[in-house]
Nanobody, 128 residues
């Protein structure tokens, strides 16, 4: 059984940075698709960044391209999301998700239906 625990959220001012972590435990070797999603109050869940650990390919939502970077430390079995130049609109609960998957387009990794294992989330608040 795979468990995911997010950390690293907090409150920052606009322009600041945070690094989110998602520690994975259990049978994660075959879970090649890993991602970060976010959900703000009253809004739909949004795929932010994803990585296919099989070939290292990544994809990002347009709203975070150039500001966020997803990465995975295989030795520590931890997924990261480095968030720079944060904006108030980045305020949300951030979740990591993993799955074993095969998709025809990399952009599909930002769709929630791809994933069957989710963490509990970590709150990010950006003030102006």
């Amino acid at each position: 059984q795979v468990q995911l625990v997010e950390s690293g959220g907090g409150s920052v001012q606009a322009g600041g940075s945070l690094r989110l972590s998602c520690a994975a435990s259990g049978d994660t070797d075959r879970r090649n698709c890993m991602s970060w999603f976010r959900q703000a109050p009253g809004k739909e869940r949004e795929g932010v960044a994803a990585i296919n650990t099989g070939d290292g390919s990544t994809t990002y939502a347009d709203s975070v391209k150039g500001r966020f970077t997803i990465s995975k430390d295989n030795a520590e079995n931890t997924l990261y999301l480095q968030m720079n130049s944060l904006k108030p609109e980045d305020t949300a609960m951030y979740y990591c998700a993993v799955s074993r998957c095969s998709v025809s387009r990399l952009s599909l990794l930002l769709q929630g239906y791809v994933y069957n294992i989710w963490g509990q989330g970590t709150q990010v608040t950006v003030s102006s």
